[in-house]
């Protein structure tokens, strides 16, 4: 009897070892989100936010947009996108868990692409008005630029949030479901910490030789590169990801639908 014990609690390891590889090329993605309540708030403190003549909404109010896109996306992928694509896949949810989540990868890569962009034209419009050297001053560029990154990533949480939660708790071993939630859970803890070590690791580089890449003064600074940085990142995390997705196994076959 102990021998079998001990049999069993070799196989849930493996079984929970053969998750690892997901988890890993999941962390990028999850660096990105922690950008959605830090620096995507910060650049909407520079901008105008006047809503008519008096009344100034706070820049961390856009984070409501992700709930808002979230919300509002999800029955349009149930009710909508699933039928479509089950009719070229075969699979009664449309997509298997990994597909799901590599496309909510791809939106996530998207989004940090569009925050760089609009971060070039807000430093751009800063220097068209001579606000370069004037932090506190509001720079004319509407809060609303910042909605579409906010968008794209809160329609990325209906892919790959989603898909991790179900992939996680459904390929651990039975005996082991909690621990499939914890895994979900720390992807977000370990990209929360990564990403404030990264920040560190860059500021300290680029200080050094001049005007930090996340200088207090946001108008020298260049969060336009980070954003950059993150989206290279995140494509070479899409690689990796599509390596060990495509070799993956699944524990069950009621996991792909």
């Given at each position: 009897m102990a021998c079998y014990s001990s049999e069993e609690q070799v196989e849930e390891a493996k079984g929970v070892l053969r998750l690892f590889p997901i988890w890993a090329t999941c962390l990028i993605y999850a660096i990105v989100y922690?950008?959605?309540?830090?620096?995507?708030?910060?650049?909407?403190?520079?901008?105008?936010r006047l809503i008519g003549h008096d009344?100034?909404?706070?820049?961390?109010?856009l984070q409501s947009f992700l709930s808002i896109s979230i919300v509002v996306f999800i029955p349009i992928y149930d009710r909508i996108l699933?039928?479509?694509?089950?009719?070229?896949?075969?699979?009664?949810s449309g997509l298997t868990?990994?597909?799901?989540?590599?496309?909510?990868?791809v939106l996530s890569m998207m989004s940090m692409i569009v925050a760089a962009l609009v971060e070039i034209k807000r430093l751009d419009t800063a220097k068209e008005f001579g606000l370069i050297d004037k932090p506190n001053s509001t720079i004319p560029m509407r809060l609303w630029w910042l909605v579409p990154q906010y968008v794209l990533y809160g329609i990325s949480e209906v892919f790959t949030m989603v898909g991790l939660q179900e992939f996680f708790y459904d390929q651990v071993p039975a005996g082991v479901r909690s621990l499939g939630l914890a895994l979900y859970l720390?992807?977000?803890?370990?990209?929360?910490?990564?990403?404030?070590?990264?920040?560190?690791?860059?500021?300290?580089m680029t200080g050094r030789g001049g005007e930090s890449w996340f200088s207090n003064n946001l108008n020298r600074a260049h969060l336009d590169y980070f954003y950059w940085l993150l989206a290279g990142l995140s494509v070479v995390e899409l690689i990796i990801y599509i390596y060990f997705?495509?070799?993956?196994i699944y524990k069950k076959v009621t996991a792909l639908v």
């Amino acid at each position: 009897m102990a021998c079998y014990s001990s049999e069993e609690q070799v196989e849930e390891a493996k079984g929970v070892l053969r998750l690892f590889p997901i988890w890993a090329t999941c962390l990028i993605y999850a660096i990105v989100y922690a950008q959605c309540s830090t620096f995507f708030v910060k650049q909407g403190v520079t901008m105008d936010r006047l809503i008519g003549h008096d009344f100034e909404i706070p820049s961390s109010a856009l984070q409501s947009f992700l709930s808002i896109s979230i919300v509002v996306f999800i029955p349009i992928y149930d009710r909508i996108l699933v039928p479509i694509v089950r009719n070229f896949t075969g699979i009664h949810s449309g997509l298997t868990l990994l597909q799901r989540i590599g496309i909510g990868m791809v939106l996530s890569m998207m989004s940090m692409i569009v925050a760089a962009l609009v971060e070039i034209k807000r430093l751009d419009t800063a220097k068209e008005f001579g606000l370069i050297d004037k932090p506190n001053s509001t720079i004319p560029m509407r809060l609303w630029w910042l909605v579409p990154q906010y968008v794209l990533y809160g329609i990325s949480e209906v892919f790959t949030m989603v898909g991790l939660q179900e992939f996680f708790y459904d390929q651990v071993p039975a005996g082991v479901r909690s621990l499939g939630l914890a895994l979900y859970l720390s992807i977000f803890g370990m990209g929360n910490f990564i990403s404030s070590f990264l920040v560190l690791l860059i500021d300290w580089m680029t200080g050094r030789g001049g005007e930090s890449w996340f200088s207090n003064n946001l108008n020298r600074a260049h969060l336009d590169y980070f954003y950059w940085l993150l989206a290279g990142l995140s494509v070479v995390e899409l690689i990796i990801y599509i390596y060990f997705a495509n070799s993956y196994i699944y524990k069950k076959v009621t996991a792909l639908v």
